[in-house]
C-alpha cells in the first residue's frame, strides 16, 4: 500500500496536470470568439489562431530544456510548483489582453509555465512507487489530467473567454494550498548526495544508445499532437474542405476528442501492466490510431455525429500519452530522468509548429487544399512513430535506481 506522502503526490501531479491541460486546450476553444472579440478579421482568424498556437508550443520548447534541466538540477518539486506559478498567472494574464501582440506575448508566457509540470510530475511518481505498479500512478495522472481539456471545453462554452482563463489561474494558485506534505523523491534524494553531474541537456546526445532512445520517445509521440494540433484544433476548417454541411465546432471536437483520451490513457495505461510491455501497448494503440485517422477522413465528414465520433476514435487511439510519457520516464538515469521526461513531451508538443507550417504551407497548393495537406503532413508522422518504436528500449519494471 502507497504511503500517505506517495498518495498525495500522485494526486498534485494529477490535479497539475488536469489544470496544465486545461490552459493548454483553452485557446484552441476560446480561439474563434477571442480573436473575433480583438477584431480580427474573418479570413485570417485560422492563420493568426495557428500564429497564437505556435508561440505557445514553441515557448514549450525552450521552457522544456528549462524546467527539465532545473527537475535534475534542484528537484522534482520545485519544477513542479514553480512551473504551476508561472502558467496560473500567464492564464490570469490571458484575460487581460486587448491585442494580438498582447495575446502572443501571454500565449508564450504560458507555454514556458505549461512545459514543466508533466515532466517533474511523472518523474516524481515514478521513482516514488514500486516498479511494478508505477505505470498504475503515471496512468491516474494523465488520465486525471486529460479530463482537463474536458472541463476547458465545458467552461469554454459556458462563460465568456476571458472568464475562462480567469477560472483556470484560479485553479492552479488554488492547487499550490496542496504542496504542504508532498515530499521530493527519495531516489533523487540518494543522486543528489552522489554529487554526480545532473540535468546535462546534451548528455542526451553524448552517445548514441541514448539519442536513438530519446529520438525514439519523442517520434512515438508526435502523432499525438498531429491529431490533437492540427485535425481536432482546426476542425472547423477541414470540416468545411470536407464540405460537410454543418461545420465542426473546435470545442466540441476537442471535447469529444479528450473524452476518448481519457478513456484511451485509462485503457493504455492498464493493458501496458496487463501486457507487461510498453511497446506492445503503445503498437496496439498506435494501429488503433491509423484506423480512426482512416474513419476521419472518409465517414466523418458525412455526418456531424459521425465527425465527433471521429474526434473520439483519435482520442481513444492516441490516448498512449500515458503509457508515452512513462516510458520516456524510464529510459535514462536519475541524473538526466527529469530533463528527459522534461524536454520528451514538450519536444512532442513543440512538434506542432512545423507541422502546422507545413499545414499552411501546403494547403495553398490548389492539388491539396485543406484536406490534402493535413493527410500529407499526417502520413509521414505516423510511419515515422512506427518504425521508432522499434528502437526504444523495453522498460516495463525496470529498475530506476541508476545514473545514465
Known amino acids: 500500500m502507497p504511503s500517505r506522502a506517495t498518495r498525495l503526490a500522485v494526486l498534485v501531479a494529477a490535479l497539475g496536470y488536469f489544470v496544465d491541460i486545461y490552459d493548454l486546450l483553452l485557446f484552441g ?38 524546467w527539465g534541466v532545473l527537475g535534475d538540477k534542484r528537484g522534482r518539486l520545485s519544477v ?62 494523465a488520465t486525471v489530467g486529460i479530463t482537463g481539456a474536458i472541463a476547458a471545453a465545458l467552461v469554454g462554452k459556458l462563460t465568456h473567454w476571458r472568464t475562462s482563463y480567469f477560472i483556470g489561474g484560479g485553479l492552479g494558485l488554488m492547487l499550490l494550498l496542496l504542496r504542504v506534505g508532498v515530499l521530493e523523491s527519495g531516489i533523487f534524494a540518494r543522486t543528489k548526495e552522489t554529487g554526480v ?18 529520438a525514439g520517445v519523442i517520434l512515438v509521440g508526435i502523432p499525438i499532437w498531429y491529431c490533437v494540433g492540427i485535425l481536432v484544433k482546426f476542425s472547423d476548417a477541414l470540416g468545411g474542405a470536407l464540405h460537410m454541411v454543418k461545420v465542426p465546432d473546435p470545442a466540441m471536437s476537442i471535447l469529444f476528442c479528450y473524452v476518448g483520451l481519457a478513456l484511451g490513457d485509462l485503457s493504455s495505461g492498464a493493458l501496458s501492466q496487463i501486457l507487461k510491455s510498453r511497446k506492445r501497448a503503445v503498437f496496439a494503440f498506435l494501429t488503433f490510431t491509423t484506423f480512426a485517422l482512416v474513419f476521419y477522413f472518409l465517414v466523418g465528414p458525412r455526418s456531424l455525429p459521425l465527425f465527433y465520433a471521429a474526434c ?4 481513444f487511439g492516441t490516448g498512449y500519452w500515458a503509457v508515452f510519457v512513462t516510458t520516456a520516464s524510464e529510459q535514462f538515469g536519475t541524473n538526466i530522468r527529469a530533463t528527459a521526461t522534461t524536454t520528451a513531451p514538450n519536444f512532442v508538443r513543440g512538434a506542432t509548429v512545423p507541422m502546422t507550417v507545413t499545414f499552411t504551407a501546403l494547403k495553398a497548393h490548389e492539388s491539396l487544399g485543406v484536406a490534402g495537406a493535413a493527410l500529407a503532413v499526417g502520413i509521414p508522422v505516423m510511419l515515422l512513430a512506427f518504425a521508432a518504436l522499434s528502437q526504444i528500449d523495453e522498460t516495463y519494471g525496470k529498475e530506476l535506481d541508476y545514473v545514465d
Open 29 to 66: 476553444i476560446v480561439r474563434r470568439p477571442s480573436l473575433i472579440d480583438l477584431g480580427v478579421p474573418k479570413e485570417h482568424l485560422l492563420d493568426t489562431g495557428v500564429f497564437l498556437d505556435n508561440m505557445q508550443m514553441g515557448a514549450m520548447l525552450l521552457g522544456g530544456i528549462l
Open 80 to 141: 513542479l510548483f514553480g512551473s504551476i506559478i508561472l502558467y496560473s498567472l500567464a492564464n490570469i494574464g490571458n484575460g487581460f489582453v486587448h491585442t494580438v501582440p498582447q495575446y502572443a506575448a501571454m500565449r508564450f508566457i504560458a507555454g514556458i509555465g505549461l512545459a514543466g509540470e508533466l515532466g517533474a510530475g511523472i518523474t516524481l511518481v515514478a521513482e516514488s512507487l514500486p516498479k511494478e505498479s508505477r505505470g498504475y500512478g503515471t496512468t491516474i495522472v
Open 197 to 214: 553531474s545532473r540535468g546535462n541537456f546534451f548528455r542526451l546526445f553524448s552517445s548514441f544508445a541514448r539519442l536513438r532512445r530519446y
Open 312 to 315: 473520439s476514435f483519435i482520442g
